[in-house]
């Protein structure tokens, strides 16, 4: 079991910048392959990124590649997003998610993560 906690969303222009953060407790953080997902008002949860155990690997929805970088530090047990250029479009609740399943690529869709966040409210202003 894995607790995940986000943080560090909030109002911003369109062009600043956010970085959030996901605080794991619980079990081993390196155990897990971890991912972030959003969803906006009246839309399904989407992929945004997502990093493998060691953190060598990753991957970026198309819509986000170039703007955002995940990364992780296992010795804080924590997860980021740091979101630059940011757009409109980009407001959604974010939420942190993580799956302890032994998968050879990062996952990008949300069935196969069983650990979730509360999610954190990013509103990017025009």
């Known amino acids: 079991q894995v607790q995940l906690v986000e943080s560090g969303g909030g109002l911003v222009q369109a062009g600043g910048s956010l970085r959030l953060s996901c605080a794991a407790s619980g079990r081993t953080f390196t155990s897990y392959i971890m991912g972030w997902f959003r969803q906006a008002p009246g839309k399904e949860r989407e992929f945004v990124s997502a990093?493998?155990?060691?953190?060598?690997?990753?991957s970026y929805a198309d819509s986000v590649k170039g703007r955002f970088t995940i990364s992780k530090d296992n010795a804080k047990n924590t997860l980021y997003l740091q979101m630059n250029s940011l757009k409109p479009e980009d407001t959604a609740v974010y939420y942190c998610?993580?799956?302890?399943?032994?998968?050879?690529?990062?996952?990008?869709?949300?069935?196969?993560?069983?650990?979730w966040g509360q999610g954190t409210q990013v509103t990017v202003s025009s």
């Open positions: 990093i493998s155990r060691s953190g060598g690997s990753t």
């Open positions: 998610a993580a799956t302890g399943a032994p998968y050879s690529r990062v996952p990008i869709t949300t069935t196969f993560y069983n650990f």
